[in-house]
């Protein structure tokens, strides 16, 4: 049970109890701008378009965190990131307080807060592996995904119970004081960082082209990336659609909303626990993609035509399920591969695999469904899955063994 003894350690004790509270605070606050913004406008086009806003600018920023990741302390930078991201959310409650529904000034906040997110996520995704031993990463980086999956359960549950009895502000204060208690751990992490190796004389634009090229010239770092995108577009499916999907097809309410939300968090959540208390695959990882991508495929195409309640949050739930098994396992395979000098640049890259092709899929997906259908949107991210499967398949294989 390597996850539940990393827990002994005083810095991952400090690190998760304060992450799941402000993780907790931010998908409640999540959930709550994506309801009001289907409900003020019956879009699924603006739901996609709010997406965008707020990952393309982590896209567009994390070139710069993943210079600055291996240049300056990761505490340092995760820490700043906390103050932003608290600083935002106040600033999304005063707007909401003042009882004004302007959808440029909330997309406005929502870029604010991606470019926040930018640096957050490749400070973190570092952090977490400065904090213990090489031999513990495979376990932090399991159990932070877990923990990542299981707020986003916990996080949904509370919006909608909030949203449904009119309490849409509360969502928005919440997230204001779950930042307190992470940046109090921060404050109390002793984190004993390597030296920064730089190169000198090196820019901005050398040391993220040179991250670049080092990464295009290992086949398996390429296609760990090339497996982002594609989980990352399927995955920008499913929550684009749910509040038209909860609404229209299902007929429900943000109650629906959030169970189905919080139902692809149970599935996700259990699936990063499964392989955090796993010793691994003895199969390849090419072969543990393939397996994963092809029901993802199937799940895919069953969401499509169900008009059941149940059988929608049972296929969610096992869409989640499936799909982090695989994240945590090339998260690992990335940091692992990765040299030391280059961690900071190469995990920015994973960043912007999926913060960019999410909003882009997000606002296709959005258009795309408010011009057929959501379920044909469904069907043919099925059908493209099982394409790309193919792909993998006839391609040379990634032959080492998974370690989650």
């Not at 592996?129 to 549950?157: F, H, Y």
Request: with cysteine; net charge positive.
């Amino acid at each position: 049970m390597k996850t539940l003894s990393i827990l002994k350690q005083r810095n991952y004790q400090l690190y998760f109890s304060g992450q799941v509270v402000s993780l907790t605070g931010s998908w409640v606050q999540n959930v709550a701008i994506t309801w009001l913004v289907y409900e003020w406008t019956k879009s699924s086009t603006w739901v996609g378009a709010f997406t965008f806003a707020s990952q393309i600018p982590s896209f567009l920023v994390s070139s710069i965190a993943g210079v600055l990741s291996d240049r300056t302390s990761r505490r340092k930078l995760f820490m700043a990131s906390q103050w932003a991201g608290a600083i935002q959310a106040l600033a999304m409650s005063l707007a909401f307080i003042s009882g004004s529904k302007s959808l440029p000034l909330y997309m406005a906040l929502t870029v604010i807060l991606g470019c926040i997110t930018g640096f957050e996520l490749t400070a973190r995704f570092g952090l977490v592996v400065d904090l213990g031993k090489r031999q513990d990463w495979s376990s932090a980086i399991s159990l932070n995904s877990a923990m990542v999956q299981g707020t986003r359960m916990l996080g949904p549950a509370i919006a909608g119970i909030l949203l449904y009895n009119g309490q849409a502000l509360a969502c928005f204060l919440f997230n204001v004081i779950s930042y307190g208690p992470v940046i109090y751990a921060l404050s109390k992490t002793v984190v004993d960082e390597k030296p920064k190796k730089v190169a000198q004389g090196e820019s901005f634009f050398e040391a993220f082209g040179h991250s670049i090229q080092y990464a295009w010239s290992h086949i398996k770092i390429r296609r760990i990336l090339a497996v982002a995108v594609l989980l990352s577009a399927v995955g920008a499916a499913m929550n684009v659609l749910l509040p038209e999907i909860s609404s229209v097809r299902l007929s429900g309410d943000a109650r629906t909303f959030s169970w189905l939300t919080s139902a692809s968090a149970l599935g996700a959540a259990t699936g990063s626990l499964y392989v955090a208390l796993w010793d691994g695959p003895k199969m390849g990882l090419r072969s543990l993609t393939l397996r994963i991508l092809a029901g993802l495929g199937t799940i895919l195409t069953i969401f499509a035509f169900s008009k059941s309640f149940a059988v929608a949050l049972a296929s969610i739930a096992v869409f989640g399920f499936f799909s982090m098994q695989l994240w945590p396992t090339l998260n690992h395979a990335i940091q692992s591969t990765t040299d030391e000098a280059f961690r900071g640049r190469v995990t920015a890259l994973w960043n912007m695999t999926f913060m960019g092709m999410t909003p882009l899929a997000s606002l296709l997906i959005g258009w795309a469904s408010d011009h057929s259908s959501p379920e044909l949107v469904l069907l043919v991210s099925g059908t493209g899955t099982f394409l790309f499967v193919i792909g993998i398949f006839l391609a040379p294989s990634l032959s080492k063994p998974a370690r989650p």
